[in-house]
């Protein structure tokens, strides 16, 4: 099982904080691995690191075997990104930004035109092409994130809280479109919404304080709980993640 995602030992500090501290990952094609954690555990700094957005105190980043501090470009190329809060340019119309999006990353004439019509026909943008970005809802507005992530077809993507802040219909309308760009790409999704991760995530990677508690499947995980408790995610979650602050706490 080839890695086109891998992290290696990925520190990143902000001044006295340690957001990130050693993670390793890595995440196959056709592979969707939800990347979940509390507030504050480190999930977005790992991906900006992961993007090649910030460069890590120490450790390493591979995108389809390049090396993101080696050869920044090549490996972006393979990458497509969905930040946190997924923030947009509010005065251009749905095509005007996909095309300025697209053009970014270096495509022109017929295969940009392609490549614009395909991303909004995936994330069902279509009927709002001509439309200012500032008028749509939330829902169209995180779909127009996610077509610039697809747009250049990318072999990675990372999605930061794809579907926070979404009705249930929109939540849906994303883990569809997920489970389908999984096809044939690697997918890393950090959510803090644990029903969605079993309809989503192939595997799940648990992280607390910037360290990885716990790796699995969600049904391995699910039965992480304390000892005569039923199996669930949301009760291992809670108790791997307080054990972690708990241990680090008293160290
Ligand atoms: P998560 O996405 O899991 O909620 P983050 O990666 O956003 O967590 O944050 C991890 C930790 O790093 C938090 O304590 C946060 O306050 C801190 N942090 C994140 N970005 C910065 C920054 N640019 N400057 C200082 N501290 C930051
Ligand atoms: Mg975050």
């Not at 890590?56 to 090396?67: L, T």
């Not at 035109?113 to 439309?131: H, N, P």
């Not at 219909?169 to 959510?191: F, G, H």
């Amino acid at each position: 099982m080839d890695a086109l995602l891998r992290l290696e030992d990925v520190r990143k500090s902000f001044g006295p904080i340690m957001a990130v501290d050693g993670i390793s990952l890595s995440v196959a094609r056709g592979e969707v691995l939800g990347f979940l954690g509390p507030n504050g555990a480190g999930k977005s700094t790992t991906m900006k690191v992961a993007v090649g957005f910030l460069r890590p105190d120490g450790g390493r980043v591979e995108i389809c075997g390049i090396d993101m501090w080696a050869r920044p470009v090549e490996a972006k190329r393979h990458l497509g990104y969905l930040p946190e809060g997924a923030p947009l340019y509010d005065e251009m119309t749905v095509r005007g930004f996909l095309k300025f999006c697209g053009a970014a990353r270096g495509m022109s004439g017929s295969g940009l035109k392609r490549a614009m019509e395909e991303a909004a026909e995936r994330t069902r943008l279509t009927s709002v092409w001509g439309q200012g970005i500032g008028t749509l809802s939330k829902g169209f507005r995180r779909r127009v994130g996610l077509a610039q992530a697809i747009m250049h077809r990318p072999d990675v993507l990372i999605l930061d809280e794809p579907t926070d802040g979404l009705d249930p219909n929109q939540k849906q309308v994303v883990r569809d479109l997920i489970r389908e760009m999984a096809k044939d790409s690697a997918i890393i999704v950090s959510t803090h919404i644990l029903e969605e991760v079993p309809a989503v995530c192939d595997r799940v990677v648990i992280i607390a304080r910037g360290r990885v508690v716990a790796a699995g499947t969600a049904e391995d995980i699910a039965a992480r709980v304390p000892d005569g408790a039923e199996p669930s995610l949301e009760m291992a979650f809670r108790h791997l993640t307080t054990r972690e602050s708990a241990g680090r706490a008293a160290a």
